[in-house]
């Protein structure tokens, strides 16, 4: 996108989205807000909406998040009122066809991620490859006929494991996707237990040996165990969720890879944030819960009694965790639903 569309894009969305202040389509479930979803699997645009598994989400402008619909094969867009509007796919056109959002079909999209100049991508797990969204340039509105949808990295429909230029390259279920300062896109590829990034037409290897493990070390010494999302820092830090191995990791910029010390254990890390003071935040889902963990690797619950539910204080198997303008938005995969918790007080910056 070129910088006068940019601006176009992001002036647009400030002004036609609503304030965090406005909740006019949201309730209160304990601490928790529930933005949008009804609870019950569907598939429905406006306020509350319906989803049918909810599984990542993005940033996208004020009050607003971007959300992978998985079992509905679609993108979709939530506002902090609780609107709900799907730029792209469909339930029932569940496939692989580029174009218009009105008409690209998708295959359980998982993780999403914008740009610093508004591109999306998706991480197509069912069908193996990586997608561009990108929002046309003074459309009306922000629906399915706003955007248009590309192939990025893969081969649709053909898992496996290849490096090399990017039509050719080959993906075993990637999950989540971050985009670097740089403009290049890091793939956690689960199937092949290996980072993975797209940069200028290429696609390349950058952490993992492909082996299912847990082991630290640089580039093809390190192991994962289901690295299931992915989380960027200011400081370049990529953190992943490895939910296999119940860790969290650290991979540097060399790609030297850690694991982070943590003073108790977590069951199934399944997503993976970042909050603006580098806090690492957690969708724990083997516990229904979400953590916030601190320097000394101490986790502290911003949500979920430990019980999985849909009443006061409960989640249902989380998949997804993202801080954005002041609260910690999770979607409540079981539940059907977007939910906002408050930001909890955990103290010193890591």
Sequence with gaps: MKDESRRWFLAFLTVCLLPCGVLAGSSQVGSMLVVAGTGEAGFEDGSPGKFNKPIRLAPYGPGTVLVADIFNHAIRIVS???GVRTIAGRPEWKGFEDGMGATARFASPHGVAISQDGVIAVAEAENHTIRLLEWVPGSEGLGPESFTVSLAAGVPGEGGMKDGPAEEALFQSPHAVAWTAQGD???ADIGNARIRKVSSGVVETVAGSGEVGRRDGEGAEASFHYPMDIALAEDGTLWIADAGAHSVRAMQANGTVSTKELTSGID????????????????????HRILAISPDGTATVVCGNGEAGSGPGQLNRPAAVLVHDGGVWVADLDNHRIVICPLPDIGTKP
Aim: hydrophobic content about 40%; aromatic content about 4%; overall charge negative.
């Design 185 to 187: 896109l890091l793939v």
């Design 80 to 82: 902090v009122d609780g």
């Design 268 to 287: 199934t890390p399944h997503g993976i944030a970042i909050g603006p003071d580098g806090t690492v935040y957690l969708a724990e889902m083997g516990t």
